[in-house]
Each structure stands twice: as C-alpha cells, then as structure tokens.
C-alpha cells in the first residue's frame, strides 16, 4: 500500500470517528462522556492529524528521491 493510499485511508477513517462522535454527543452528555473525549478522543485527534502531517512530508520526501534517482 504506499503512502498515499494509506494517508487517504486515514484521513477518511477519521473524518467517520469525527462524524459518529459528534452523532454520540448529540445524545449523551454527561461527565463520562465528557471524560472520553478529553482522555481518548481529543489526544486521538491531534495524534491522527500529526500522523497526516508526517505521511505527506514523506510523500514528498519519496517523490524527492525519486525524481532525483530517477
């Protein structure tokens, strides 16, 4: 799978958590859930995001040595 791939992969998987989290915060709020989103769900994000951010430095990377190999 190249990098791509797997960075379109992730970015649709966690465009989907984001929609169906907001779905879930709709109906329930209260201190548990809260509580989830501050220790799972908001580290998670900024986590995917970072992930994004380093799978396009390494597409460009790739296409950097490649174009110098080449």
């Given at each position: 799978?190249?990098?791509?791939?797997?960075?379109?992969?992730?970015?649709?998987?966690h465009?989907?958590?984001?929609?169906?989290?907001?779905?879930?915060?709709?109906?329930?709020?209260?201190?548990v859930?809260?509580?989830?989103?501050?220790?799972?769900?908001?580290?998670?994000?900024?986590?995917?995001?970072?992930?994004?951010?380093?799978m396009d430095?390494?597409?460009?990377t790739?296409a950097?040595?490649?174009?110098?190999?080449?």
């Amino acid at each position: 799978m190249s990098v791509a791939s797997s960075r379109l992969r992730l970015q649709l998987l966690h465009q989907e958590l984001l929609q169906r989290w907001g779905r879930v915060c709709e109906t329930w709020d209260d201190p548990v859930r809260r509580a989830l989103q501050e220790k799972q769900i908001a580290p998670l994000d900024g986590r995917i995001r970072a992930a994004l951010a380093a799978m396009d430095k390494m597409r460009d990377t790739i296409a950097t040595v490649r174009r110098e190999c080449g």
